[in-house]
């Protein structure tokens, strides 16, 4: 009787014997003599891992005496009681594969020279052919093990899917952005959206520890916990603080929850958040981009943990960007990783949030090159919309005296000089301002000095304005577009002109009379920001 030992591991390189109840037994066809085969028996013999059996059975060079094998053996002990009398190692490629156990021969002779040697070769040609058989039935194992595992992850896959918010809430006045991508089927990163009952609402985003499996249970885990602590207790730094006492009981070693929570104003963009050792949050306004800075340890690691709660103030215009390690910590071909500065650098050109989304994806994937994505990426914006916050840079009158244009020209150009216009641009919005004060002084208020022309010049985050303002509300009338053969057949009047040629020098001009107040104001585009893949000092 062919018995097969059977390894316990599914690697074919390495080998571990083990213990199986019920091995399959292996039909070999071979002349033997009569008795021989008369007297094979069926028996199932169990070999523990440690039984000096098998090492003593893999250095044997031929059929071994029962009688011979280790009294300390307890399979040896097995084939005796059995009446096993002679075992012949099967050995394919210096592994013992199995046994071919025989009985007492029916003549009541003992095995002879020749038989011993016939069972040898017999053991020669089955070794391999039954080490075959055991690899393909453990292939076949291990197609069906890794065929149930995919399942298993698509299921949790599924179920992970569902934490996440199907849809994002549209918020008067805001937009909210988001990405999601695991570094495995299933991961640890998370976020969430909670409309709290007074109108403000929570934006909750976290990291777990580790990715796959483990870090989604945890996930799921803590997301629940959020979404019941959140709306209860609303404070971030309370709501962090009862999330940790009740994971510090129950989370796995060695693993631990980075978390964010912000509660938003909706009507004032006033900000109130608490972190738990998350990535800082960056906000982009005129000013550049600052963090949101609160300090706490991570969720799960330490009982009692407290979490600073700061405020701070979303202004409209503005975009706030969440997100996790994954794109910070992502290297490139050479090792490099992104890193903040490269994120902060796209923040800082950001003109909303779902374009910087889309630009920190772009962005990581074509610095990644070829590696592979190293752990779960996350990414929310928060933008407030409506127009851009505005700095004042310089207020000014000057009295409509022919002239003082250049006074307005020599100011505006004092006060912007440090905003980054081009040389171009710069000219053009001068010469525009120019023009617009000399038309005030002489149309807007008929060069009466003691009507002044007023002046304020200001930047938001894309464009430098100047508005310039006279008393002649009732005196400008809309004038046609420029017609040079019109206005040569003395169909249109000859006035126009002035304010035609002042549209054209800048990116946008806006005019507008409020009572006796006569507005122009003249904008010209920042220059773009530089390339965000040469942030960090790393090459485009």
């Known amino acids: 009787m062919v018995h097969p030992i059977e390894d316990e591991v599914a690697d074919p390189s390495r080998r571990v014997f083990g213990r199986r ?43 071994v005496d029962v009688a011979t094998l280790p009294h300390a053996s307890p399979a040896a002990q097995s084939m005796r009681e059995s009446g096993v009398e002679l075992v012949v190692p099967l050995v394919a490629s210096g592994e013992l594969v199995g046994l071919l156990a025989l009985g007492p021969r029916l003549s009541e002779r003992g095995y002879s020279r020749d038989d011993r040697q016939l069972l040898d070769t017999l053991a020669r040609y089955a070794a391999p052919a039954l080490r075959l058989g055991q690899m393909v039935r453990q292939q076949e194992v291990e197609a069906r093990d890794r065929e149930r595992y995919e399942q298993e992850l698509k299921i949790a896959q599924l179920i992970q899917q569902q934490f996440l918010p199907s849809s994002l809430p549209e918020l008067a006045g805001w937009h909210l952005s988001a990405f999601y991508r695991p570094a495995r089927t299933v991961g640890g990163d998370f976020y969430d959206v909670m409309e709290l009952e007074d ?136 090792g490099e990783m992104f890193g903040f500065g490269r994120t902060e650098k796209l923040v800082s050109g950001a003109t909303n949030g779902a374009d910087l989304v889309d630009a920190c994806v772009t962005e990581l994937e074509r610095f990644s090159g070829s590696q592979e994505q190293e752990d779960d990426v996350t990414l929310v914006t928060l933008e407030r919309r409506g127009h851009a916050i505005e700095v004042i840079l310089a207020t000014f009158s000057v009295p409509s005296v022919a002239g003082n244009e250049r006074q307005v020209l020599a100011q505006v150009a004092e006060a912007v000089a440090d905003c980054g216009l081009t040389q171009d641009a710069l000219d053009r919005l001068k010469t525009a301002s120019a023009e617009t004060a000399m038309n005030a002084i002489e149309h807007g208020n008929l060069e009466q000095a003691e009507a002044p022309v007023d002046v304020v010049v200001s930047r938001s985050k894309e464009q430098v304005n100047v508005e310039i303002t006279d008393r002649g509300g009732g005196r400008h009338e809309p004038a046609d577009i420029p017609d040079l053969d019109l206005k040569l057949a003395g169909l249109q009047t000859p006035r126009g002109w002035g304010l035609f040629l002042i549209q054209n020098m800048v990116d946008a001009l806006e005019e507008r009379t409020e009572g006796e107040l006569h507005t122009v104001r003249l904008s010209v585009l920042l220059a773009p920001p530089a390339d965000p893949r040469s942030a960090d000092g790393g090459p485009a």
Do not use: W
């Not at 399959?24 to 059996?53: H, K, M």
């Open 21 to 63: 109840k019920a091995p399959v037994p292996v039909s070999v066809a071979v002349d033997l003599p009569a008795e021989v085969v008369e007297n094979s028996t069926e028996l199932t013999l169990d070999v523990g891992p440690n039984d000096p059996v098998l090492a003593f059975l893999q250095g044997a060079t031929g059929p």
């Open 199 to 334: 109108g403000r609402v929570m934006v909750v985003t976290g990291d777990v520890t580790d990715k796959g499996v483990p870090a989604a249970l945890v996930m799921a885990s803590t997301h629940a916990l959020l979404r019941e602590a959140g709306p209860r207790l609303v404070s971030p730094s309370a709501v962090l603080a009862r999330v940790n006492e009740l994971l510090c009981d129950d989370i796995p070693a060695h693993m631990f929850v980075t978390c964010l929570v912000m509660v938003v104003d909706l009507t004032t963009g006033q900000v109130d958040f608490a972190n738990a050792g998350h990535n800082l949050p960056f906000l982009s306004g005129p000013d550049g981009v600052r963090e949101l800075r609160a300090t706490g340890m991570p969720l799960g690691l330490m009982p009692d943990s407290p979490y600073d709660e700061m405020r701070d103030i979303i202004q409209p215009g503005e975009v706030l960007l969440l997100y996790s390690d994954g794109i910070t910590e992502q290297h490139d071909d050479s």
